[in-house]
C-alpha cells in the first residue's frame, strides 16, 4: 500500500489543494511566462503557495510542474531543463510536507504535452512515454508520493502516461477534463474513463475529473463515473465557479460558500478526493475542508440537485437523436 492509499484508508476522504496557476497570478507570474521556472527563480513563492494550502487544510498538494515535459517547455527553450524543473518542485513540495504537523501527501503534477497524436499530428505513442518518464524521473528523485496525470482528455496520452508510471515504479492517479458537451475534446466520456483505465500498464490509486468548464460540469461528470464504476476511488477538483471573461482577465464566481457545498455534493457523489482547481483560493479550501469536516452524509444528488444549488450546467451533455444512433451523443459544445 503506498502512501496515497494508506492515508484515504485513515482518513476515509482527503482534500487535494486549490489552483496553482491563478495563485501564482496573483504572486506576480506574467501572462506567457513558465511557472514551471519560478521552482528555481522564486522558490520562496512555490513554497508559500504550498505552506497556504497545508495551513488551509489540505491533505495532498500538487508539485508546480503541470507543464514540465519537454513539448511545452521547448515554447520556452527550456527542453533541456525537464528533470531540473521536476526535481526542484517535488523538494519544495516535500519540504513543506514533510515540515507540516499531520501527513500531507505530494503529488507530482502532470499534464498534457500539448501535443495532438499521430495521425492528426506528429507526436508517436512512444515519444510521448519518453517524454512523461523524462519528468516522471525528476519528480521521483524530488520526493513525490504519486503522480498526479491531470486535465488529460485524449486515451492516448493517458495510457502513455500511465505506461510512464509502470517504467519508473510509481503509483498515479488520472483525471480528465470533461469540457465539450459531458466528454473530453477528443470524445472520452466520463464512464469511459473507467473503462479506460482498465487498460493502462498498471492499475491507478484514483481516477476522477478536473478543471473543466465549471463545477456543475464536473460533478455531473463524476455523477456518471460512480455510476458506472462504484468500486473506484474517485476525484472531484473543480474550478472555482464558471469562468467569466472581464477585460483581458479570465475570473472565476466561486464563493468559499459555493465551494463548501461542491465539496459536500462531491461527497454524496461518491467522491474520495476532493479539491478545487483553476480559480481555487486559500479561502475557497479553508472553506472546503470545513465542509468536509462536518459533513454528514446525504442522499446520492441528482444532476437537477447540483444545478439548483451550484448553478446551471455550461457544457451539458447534448439529447440523442434518432441520427446519432442508440446510446451516442453529440459532440458539439453547446450552452
Known amino acids: 500500500m503506498n502512501r496515497l492509499e494508506d492515508l484515504l484508508a485513515r482518513k476515509g ?22 511557472p514551471e521556472e519560478w521552482n528555481i527563480t522564486r522558490p520562496d513563492d512555490i513554497r508559500t503557495l504550498h505552506r497556504r494550502f497545508v495551513e488551509a487544510g489540505a491533505d495532498i498538494i500538487l508539485t508546480n510542474t503541470f507543464g514540465a515535459n519537454r513539448h511545452r517547455l521547448k515554447l520556452h527553450r527550456f527542453e533541456d531543463r525537464v528533470h531540473e524543473f521536476n526535481a526542484a518542485a517535488a523538494r519544495l513540495a516535500r519540504e513543506v510536507a514533510d515540515a507540516a504537523d499531520r501527513e500531507v501527501i505530494v503529488g507530482g503534477s502532470i499534464g498534457p504535452t500539448g501535443e495532438l497524436f499521430a495521425p492528426l499530428g506528429a507526436l508517436t505513442y512512444d515519444e510521448a512515454v519518453a517524454a512523461f518518464v523524462e519528468q516522471a524521473e525528476g519528480l521521483k528523485v524530488g520526493g513525490a508520493d504519486v503522480l498526479w496525470i491531470e486535465t488529460m482528455s485524449a486515451s492516448e496520452e493517458m495510457k502513455a502516461a500511465a505506461e510512464a508510471a509502470a517504467k519508473v515504479d510509481m503509483p498515479f492517479v488520472v483525471t480528465a477534463s470533461f469540457d465539450t458537451a459531458g466528454r473530453t475534446m477528443m470524445g472520452l466520456t466520463p464512464a469511459g474513463l473507467g473503462a479506460l483505465a482498465g487498460e493502462f500498464a498498471c492499475t491507478p490509486v484514483a481516477y476522477g475529473s478536473n478543471c473543466g468548464v465549471g463545477a456543475s460540469d464536473l460533478l455531473a461528470a463524476i455523477l456518471e463515473i460512480t455510476q458506472a464504476h462504484p468500486e473506484a476511488i474517485v476525484i472531484a477538483k473543480a474550478n472555482c465557479g464558471i469562468p467569466e471573461i472581464k477585460g483581458d482577465e479570465v475570473v472565476y464566481t466561486g464563493t468559499p460558500d459555493l465551494m463548501g457545498d461542491y465539496a459536500r455534493l462531491a461527497m454524496d457523489a461518491g467522491a474520495r478526493i476532493i479539491g478545487g482547481c483553476c480559480g481555487t483560493s486559500f479561502a475557497h479550501l479553508a472553506a472546503m475542508r470545513g465542509a468536509i469536516d462536518a459533513h454528514k452524509a446525504a442522499a446520492r444528488p441528482s444532476v437537477e440537485e447540483v444545478v439548483a444549488r451550484i448553478g446551471p450546467l455550461v457544457s451539458p451533455p447534448a439529447t440523442p437523436t434518432a441520427e446519432d444512433g442508440a446510446g451516442r451523443r453529440r459532440s458539439r459544445r453547446r450552452g
Open 13 to 34: 476522504t482527503l482534500l487535494a489543494d486549490g489552483a496553482t496557476g491563478t495563485n501564482l497570478f496573483d504572486m506576480g507570474l506574467q501572462s506567457g511566462d513558465p
